[in-house]
């Protein structure tokens, strides 16, 4: 079977990251599967989503723009949930990203929202059929 098994977002500072991307999580309808005192998990759609800290870390913030992942896209449903999660976002900790060409910064068939961490860390929300 192919997809993506799993992603594993190492994050310096984990209090506020689990805040930021389990408020995201919850609203795209992500579950928590576990947490431990260095991360947790989140499931949907056959795959899991980690977010853990790990001594092994490079110091330093992290930069979208360097060699390496740039986003995670992900699937939110509708565009009213998308407007939804884009109006709620900046009281969870996320900043709205191309917000003067919001909803269609991806082109005019694609229906979606681009939000950034306070870590530095970029999420697309997507509606279906974008």
Excluded at 37 to 43: A, D, R
């Amino acid at each position: 079977m192919a997809g993506f098994h799993h992603v594993e977002i190492w994050v310096a500072e984990l209090e506020s990251a689990l805040t930021e991307w389990g408020w995201l999580l919850r609203e795209l309808g992500f579950e928590r599967d576990s947490a431990w005192s260095t991360g947790e998990t989140w499931s949907a759609g056959g795959a899991y989503l980690a977010l853990t800290t790990s001594p092994n870390l490079s110091p330093g913030l992290h930069d979208r723009r360097a060699p390496g992942v740039n986003h995670l896209a992900f699937s939110a449903g509708t565009a009213d949930r998308v407007d939804r999660v884009m109006a709620e976002a900046p009281d969870h900790g996320w900043t709205p990203l191309y917000h003067e060409r919001y909803p269609h910064a991806g082109g005019p068939n694609h229906y979606a929202g681009w939000l950034e961490s306070s870590a530095g860390f970029k999420a697309e929300v997507v509606a279906d059929g974008s």
